[in-house]
């Protein structure tokens, strides 16, 4: 069964270094998001993208984050200048759009990275 | 304001028995997706269900059924038979279609379920 897949696993940073997180959506799917986690917490809505676009954004994504579809394959989230408080679980999720006429597409998310700032 | 509510932080099931999880939620747009994801202690967040506003009977998949009430705006998650591997995280949330703002998936605080052997 097709999967969401996201690299690295885990990452641990130094405050102020930037770190790319990648994701390899489902391949047919043409939605994609990222969300994020604090330990503990609920999972929080980051950004989504659609044709090679950001689509919508929440007030946590600023100017420190950035998404890119560098290729047919890959989405990626870049944080440029990592805080402590961005040490969280991020997961990448995509979705189908044969759901289009209700754009109730169920979101498949991937395993997660776990980042850790120092 | 809460848009996902969950009201039961931590729950426990004897292993076989059927469980209940609670969500309610608020929207005002008539057309909205109910889902919920389970999150085991690895950390990944698995699809279970999903339930349409308009879809006129409750969403079923294998173990999973969702008791759907849209008048009192309640998507609570059923587990029959349960396991030992259910033992895990799930969150309820929704997706709204509002104009221009279609996409996000809000997610509520979750419920934490131990199955007992």
């Known amino acids: 069964e097709p999967e969401v897949t996201q690299t690295p696993s885990h990452q641990v940073t130094q405050m102020g270094q930037e770190v790319i997180l990648r994701c390899v959506p489902i391949s047919n799917h043409l939605y994609f998001y990222w969300y994020r986690q604090i330990l503990g917490q609920k999972v929080e809505f980051l950004v989504s993208f659609y044709n090679n676009e950001i689509s919508e954004k929440s007030e946590i994504f600023d100017d420190q984050f950035s998404v890119e579809r560098p290729d047919g394959s890959n989405f990626t989230l870049k944080i440029r200048s990592t805080k402590l408080e961005d040490s969280a679980m991020y997961f990448c999720a995509s979705s189908d759009p044969r759901g289009l006429v209700q754009r109730m597409e169920t979101q498949y998310f991937g395993p997660g990275t776990r980042l850790l700032v120092l | 304001a809460q848009k996902i509510t969950q009201t039961q932080p931590g729950m426990f099931v004897q292993e076989k028995e059927a469980v209940t999880l609670d969500c309610t939620y608020d929207t005002s747009d008539p057309s909205y997706g109910l889902f919920w994801y389970k999150q085991p202690s690895s950390g990944e967040m698995i699809f279970l269900i999903y339930?349409?506003?308009?879809?006129?009977q409750n969403a079923t998949e294998g173990r999973y059924s969702l008791n759907f009430q849209k008048a009192r705006k309640s998507a609570n998650l059923v587990i029959s038979a349960s396991q030992l591997g259910d033992s895990a995280m799930y969150f309820c949330?929704?997706?709204?279609?509002?104009?221009?703002?279609?996409?996000?998936?809000?997610f509520g605080p979750g419920t934490s379920l131990s199955v007992i052997p």
């Open positions: 949330a929704m997706r709204e279609a509002p104009f221009g703002s279609y996409d996000k998936v809000i």
């Open positions: 339930q349409g506003s308009y879809d006129q």
